[in-house]
């Protein structure tokens, strides 16, 4: 009885197509997605956060200039050793860059707005 409800469901979708659930309207336009699919389902948000904030090609500056000065956020800090000063260099950082993103960047916008508020709480910024 499966096999023969797969026989019939591949041959609809052979005759048929099916629905793309994964473009890029759902996962954005720089191909990056699968690496933040995987970092998540890692449980590695922090990376995941920061594949979305890296910059990318093409890029207007004043939105690659924003996703440097992300990158860079804990240039003068050990984040290992000052948890307090990463926190603080985040949040600053995070308030400095929203006004600075793009008015279509909704996840990378609701990222920083919620690491401006609760800074290197990534999971919550997702």
Not at 72 to 101: G, H, T, V, Y
Request: aromatic content about 10%.
């Amino acid at each position: 009885v499966v096999q023969q409800k797969l026989e019939i469901a591949g041959k609809a979708m052979k005759e048929y197509g099916f629905i793309n659930y994964f473009g890029m309207q759902r996962f954005g336009k720089f191909h990056d997605t699968h690496e933040v699919g995987i970092a998540i389902m890692k449980g590695d948000f922090e990376g995941a956060v920061n594949i979305i904030m890296r910059q990318k090609p093409d890029e207007f500056p004043r939105i690659s200039e924003a996703r440097k000065k992300w990158a860079d956020r804990f240039e003068s800090i050990d984040i290992s050793k000052d948890e307090n000063a990463a926190r603080e260099a985040e949040m600053k950082c995070a308030r400095a860059i929203q006004r600075d993103l793009g008015r279509f960047m909704n996840c990378e916008k609701s990222i920083v707005n919620s690491l401006s508020r609760k800074p290197r709480d990534y999971k919550r910024a997702f």
